[in-house]
């Protein structure tokens, strides 16, 4: 409930318990129920005026980012942070037709974590941080969107108004999801309200019962995420989808080969699984070099590290502000070596 919501709660129930308080201290009759009521009352009044004050501090104060973006924190912080949308869907600036005709054009495409899933400002994102370092001869375009695989990147890229001087792809681990999941080697992404009617709408309108379900729910389904885990590292292994995977990826290298476009990719491993995905990481880097396209592989750079350094959450594992600002760097340097 949202604070008006609670402020009309508040008042009625002050307004309420007002009522019966004087209609107890006028009951003469059955001095023993009296009692018993008015003991009652204090209990119930307690509650109401407690869950009241939670519901307003889980509103108000429990605002983050998560991973399944379905919490009613999640929809909080996106109606917060979510900012700006360009006139093109992105969570990005509207790039004036000048600079994207007379400066360096630069592509960051990819899924939600070139978005900036978990980061409130976008000035804290690694696209955001290049453009910052390599000066104002350079426009820096985000094109990415949460839940893209490469299909999806691929037509971003193609469709856009604009042909950019280089591309940074953004790759993760799970960008085999699109072609995987039509093979059928992928579970169904089992995230569901309660069935019952009642507590779907008490966990859909309560921010402190949202909560205390939807972290319920991520303990009594933790073997969810391993599962998923494990089916997408089963998916490089399979040579029909890998093959299918590695199409959709030659279709990007074959575009900007065609247009004269530089190409750099950034491979970012699962950060709840560093180690764990070094397999994906080091097949998709060959894929890449073998083609002769710059890549930054951050599997070698990050695996000693611990995830709780590297991710925005506990309940959110995208890179945080330090690993954006790492990654910035580490393109900047990439640019100033190969001359962007």
């Known amino acids: 409930m949202r604070p008006f919501t609670l402020l009309i709660c508040f008042l009625s129930v002050s307004v309420l318990l007002g009522i019966w308080i004087r209609i107890l201290r006028s009951w003469k009759r059955a001095p023993k129920l009296r009692l018993a009521l008015a003991r009652l009352t204090v209990l119930v009044a307690t509650c109401v005026y ?3 004050i939670l519901e307003f ?10 991973g399944f973006g379905v919490t009613l924190s999640a929809q909080r912080w996106a109606e917060k942070y979510w900012h700006p949308i360009n006139s093109l869907g992105y969570r990005d600036v509207e790039h004036p037709s000048a600079d994207l005709q007379n400066k360096q ?20 994102r690694f696209s955001n941080l290049l453009e910052h370092n390599l000066g104002q001869q350079y426009v820096v375009v985000n094109i990415a969107r949460g839940g893209w695989d490469t299909a999806y990147e ?3 890229i193609t469709s856009y108004p604009v042909n950019p001087k280089r591309i940074v792809l953004e790759y993760f681990v799970n960008d085999i999801d699109g072609v995987a999941r039509k093979a059928g080697l992928l579970p169904p992404l089992l995230i569901e309200p309660p069935e019952n009617a009642l507590l779907a709408y008490v966990v859909n309108h309560s921010y402190f019962i ?3 379900y939807w972290r319920v729910y991520r303990l009594r389904y933790q073997d969810m995420g391993i599962e998923y885990w494990q089916a997408i590292k089963n998916s490089y292994s399979n040579p029909d989808v890998w093959a299918a995977h590695a199409a959709d990826l030659d279709r990007i290298v074959r ?11 950034v491979i970012f491993p699962n950060l709840a699984a560093i180690k764990d995905s070094a397999p994906i990481t080091s097949k998709t880097a060959q894929f890449f070099t073998s083609r002769n396209i ?3 592989d951050l599997e070698p750079l990050l695996e000693s590290r611990d995830p709780a350094s590297l991710v925005v ?16 760097d580490l393109l900047t340097r990439e640019a100033r070596e190969q001359g962007w």
């Open 313 to 328: 959450n506990s309940a959110d594992s995208h890179p945080n502000r330090a690993l954006h600002r790492e990654v910035a």
């Open 294 to 296: 710059r890549v930054i």
């Open 57 to 66: 501090l889980f509103f108000s104060v429990f605002t983050f980012s998560d």
């Open 105 to 124: 054009v630069i592509f960051v495409v990819g899924d939600s974590l070139a978005a900036g899933h978990g980061i409130e400002r976008i000035e804290d």
């Open 50 to 52: 407690l869950f009241i």
């Open 210 to 212: 949202n909560f205390i």
């Open 255 to 265: 575009f900007t080969q065609e247009r004269g476009i530089g190409l750099t990719v």
């Open 154 to 156: 691929y037509n971003a």
